[in-house]
T-cell receptor, first 113, second 112 residues
Framework: ETGVTQTPRHLVMGMTNKKSLKCEQH?????MYWYKQSAKKPLELMFV???????ENNSVPSRFSPECPNSSHLFLHLHTLQPEDSALYLC????????????FGDGTRLSIL | GESVGLHLPTLSVQEGDNSIINCAYS??????FIWYKQESGKGPQFIID?????DKRQGQRVTVLLNKTVKHLSLQIAATQPGDSAVYFC???????????FGSGTRLSIRP
């Protein structure tokens, strides 16, 4: 039990589809993150939410749209993705406003056809 | 530019031996460092951390060493076991800027 749960674990979609990734944390944290992990590349931070407010967007294309309805839930809405968007998408959480290690979910493996 | 890198992309170690995984960082303002372990099909798992006011920290079978002079971080795993097989990567945090940078990772494999 990691405390951070991501669904679905695997997703295959066409470039014209719309899908959403879900993340839920049970750790009482108030900061949540989306990362992209591609093969042989470092983790790329996509979005940061602190207390439900987006505080960082690392130049992510608009075809990725995050949503954070509360401190425990985080979504990543996907629309018109490209083949290069195929990757492992990881969600993480931490306490905001302090030096803390982040706790990661097991990710969603996304494949774009 | 800023970067966090690992000297060896793969490391093969005999079971029972000690493993050493290295990491270089370039931002001298980074004040917090973390090692993560990522097993196949799973997300990164926190192993150990160290703040910049320390040069060594020990956990259970793991030790992290920080050399700020040469901006180098290492993870030592004692008596390596098959369950230690994973990708290990470091992260540097510049806390006042809320900035975190991850390394690419080193794959550790264990020979029986």
């Amino acid at each position: 039990e990691t405390g951070v749960t991501q669904t679905p674990r695997h997703l295959v979609m066409g470039m014209t589809n719309k899908k959403s990734l879900k993340c839920e944390q049970h750790l009482g944290h108030n900061a949540m993150y989306w990362y992209k992990q591609s093969a042989k590349k470092p983790l790329e931070l996509m979005f940061v939410y602190n207390f439900k407010e987006q505080t960082e967007n690392n130049s992510v294309p608009s075809r990725f749209s995050p949503e954070c309805p509360n401190s425990s839930h985080l979504f990543l809405h996907l629309h018109t993705l490209q083949p290069e968007d195929s990757a492992l998408y990881l969600c993480a959480s931490s306490q905001a406003g302090d030096i803390q290690p982040q706790h990661f979910g097991d990710g969603t493996r996304l494949s774009i056809l | 530019g800023e970067s966090v890198g690992l000297h060896l992309p793969t490391l093969s170690v005999q079971e029972g031996d000690n493993s050493i995984i290295n990491c270089a960082y370039s931002n001298s303002a980074s004040d917090y460092f973390i090692w993560y372990k990522q097993e196949s099909g799973k997300g990164p798992q926190f192993i150990i951390d160290i703040r910049s006011n320390m040069d060594k920290r020990q956990g259970q079978r793991v030790t992290v060493l920080l050399n700020k002079t040469v901006k180098h971080l290492s993870l030592q795993i004692a008596a390596t076991q098959p369950g230690d097989s994973a990708v290990y990567f470091c992260a540097e945090i510049y806390s006042s800027a809320s900035k975190i940078i991850f390394g690419s990772g080193t794959r550790l494999s264990i020979r029986p």
